[in-house]
């Protein structure tokens, strides 16, 4: 099935957002931050070193499905970078939603943990790191790239897959689906 929707996910500092607008730009595609979808008392919570629970995750994530949802109806493309940590959130996000393609961007702790001490004044703070990946299931049934690439290497290796996943050639192998 033709891509018409990408969903990166991955713990905060894992280069969503970069590496989203980077493929958005690249194709010509809309792009969505989930960042950008979460009510202020989410935000607040993060601010003050707070995880969210699924409680304050459930009307985000449903507003991010019908996002999608609404996008694809219009038959208009997108890039959403989303964290997306557990399987449930993943099927919320793509439930009657086709042409999605998940992406999952992986990166050592020691990787994310210099990353997102580079971006001050972020709301999402290093010291919730653990808890990010603890609360992680990593999915089976999308692309794993290597979060320590480059954009462009990255970038490439999810338009490589779509190419050939598209023209129905088996790929899983050298670049790192699950």
Known sequence: ????????????????????????????????????????????????????????????????????????????????????????????????????????LKGEYDFIWKRMLARPGHYMKPEMLQSQLEALDEPTNGLVIDASLSVDEIVNKILEYSTMDEMGLDCREGIGYQ
């Open 1 to 104: 099935m033709k891509t018409k929707f990408y969903l990166l996910i991955g713990v905060s500092g894992s280069g969503k957002t970069t590496i989203g607008k980077a493929l958005a730009a690249r194709l010509r595609w809309d792009f969505y931050d989930a960042d950008d979808f979460h009510p202020p008392e989410n935000i607040n919570k993060m601010s003050g070193g707070i995880p969210l629970n699924d409680d304050d995750r459930a009307p985000w994530l449903a507003s991010l499905q019908a996002l999608i949802s609404s996008r694809l109806k219009e038959n208009r493309t997108g890039v959403l970078a989303c964290s997306a940590l557990k399987e449930h959130y993943r099927q919320t996000l793509l439930a009657d939603n086709q042409g999605v393609q998940l992406v999952f």
